[in-house]
């Protein structure tokens, strides 16, 4: 059973940063693509940055400068490394993976990001 765990959000102050995890079990990560996702409340769900398979890395508009995506493929894990946060980054943070032959795609239930002074 796949299955995809986030972790590292908070409560941060304008300016902070975080270092989001996404933990993934039941397939061979190096299978995938791997994109985060947010929400913020209200909005639509939009991504964030994408990292694939052969490490290639894209980002919002939004968050180029700020936000860097890396991959652990053999520990089963993702990261995404948030600078500079403003209050416009609070949202939801979801991970997604997809597979790159297969185009099966599977997603975390999220871990909740807020900056606000």
């Known amino acids: 059973q796949v299955e995809l765990v986030e972790s590292g959000g908070g409560l941060v102050l304008p300016g902070e940063s975080l270092r989001l995890t996404c933990a993934v079990s039941?397939?061979?990560?190096?299978?995938?693509?791997v994109s985060w996702y947010r929400q913020a409340p209200g909005k639509q769900r939009e991504r964030v940055a994408t990292?694939?398979?052969?490490?290639?890395?894209d980002y919002a508009d939004s968050v180029k400068g700020r936000f860097a995506m890396s991959r652990d493929n053999y520990g089963h894990r993702t990261f995404l490394q948030l600078t500079r946060l403003q209050p416009e980054d609070t949202g939801v943070y979801y991970c997604?993976?997809?597979?790159?032959?297969?185009?099966?795609?599977?997603w975390g239930h999220g871990t909740q990001v807020t900056v606000s002074s």
């Open positions: 039941g397939i061979a990560l190096i299978n995938y693509h």
């Open positions: 990292i694939t398979n052969a490490d290639v890395e």
């Open positions: 997604s993976i997809k597979g790159v032959l297969t185009g099966d795609d599977y």
